[in-house]
């Protein structure tokens, strides 16, 4: 089975805080995801991974940065914490390239951020 | 631009009933279409795909879907719903030539015994 870590459940940061969210997945996944989630919103892209040290900006990457320095691993950063932060996070990967099976995404069980 | 409605925010159906939640897309070419599952306090769960071939897909959990590409629709359906299937619905639209899925707002789900 696939399995996607996030490295906290619950999250309470304060504004002008460096967050960091990680990500860890042990399938040897070529690509990883960021989204956020918020009531009434859905699931909104913030980056997304296709290699180690690449990345895509998604949907929504104002506010945010991501490293990817290694291929299981891929952080989500908030530079300078905002109470429009405040969100679930969560972290998804898939196979790649390598066919249409690859693009089924798996998901972690998410980190739920609170900005005071 | 591609986009994924999910027409119902909510809804409320008696265990034992049969379900259907609504999902329409808006993609060019050829989909790749996705149902997920969130418990509460949970991640995202797979529950069908579609690719190509049989338009009437199986998943886990008894779901079923149906693609249906004069409609722009994947309607997902159950016959029977269980307390435990009480929850967050996703539908998706994955991009044939790269990574990127767009998401539905979402469908909550209410068992009322």
């Known amino acids: 089975d696939v399995k996607v870590t996030q490295s906290s459940r619950y999250l309470v940061k304060r504004t002008g805080e460096k967050v960091f969210l990680e990500c860890v997945q042990d399938?040897?996944?070529?690509?990883m995801f960021w989204y956020r989630q918020d009531p009434g919103l859905g699931l909104r892209l913030i980056y997304f991974?296709?290699?180690?040290?690449?990345?895509e900006k998604g949907d929504i990457p104002e506010g945010y940065s991501v490293s990817r320095e290694k291929k299981e691993r891929f952080s989500l950063i908030l530079e300078s914490a905002s109470t429009n932060q405040t969100s679930m996070y969560l972290c998804?990967?898939?196979?790649?390239?390598?066919?249409?099976?690859?693009?089924?995404?798996?998901f972690g069980p998410g980190t739920r951020l609170t900005v005071t | 631009a591609q986009s994924v409605t999910q027409p119902d925010i909510h809804i409320t159906v008696s265990e034992g009933a049969s379900l259907e939640l609504r999902c329409n897309y808006s993609y060019g070419a050829t989909p790749y279409l996705f149902w997920y599952v969130q418990s509460p306090g949970q991640g995202l769960q797979l529950l069908l795909k579609?690719?190509?071939?049989?338009?009437l897909v199986q998943g886990i959990k008894g779901f079923e879907a149906e693609f249906k590409r004069s409609q722009s629709s994947f309607n997902l359906r159950k016959p029977s719903v269980h307390w435990s299937d009480a929850a967050e619905y996703f539908c998706?639209?994955?991009?044939?030539?790269?990574?990127?899925?767009?998401f539905g707002t979402g469908t909550s789900l209410t068992v009322i015994p």
């Open positions: 579609y690719f190509s071939g049989d338009t």
């Open positions: 998804a990967s898939s196979l790649g390239l390598a066919g249409v099976g690859s693009y089924e995404q798996y």
């Open positions: 991974s296709y290699d180690v040290k690449m990345k």
């Open positions: 998706a639209v994955g991009e044939n030539t790269g990574n990127q899925f767009y």
């Open positions: 399938m040897d996944h070529e690509n």
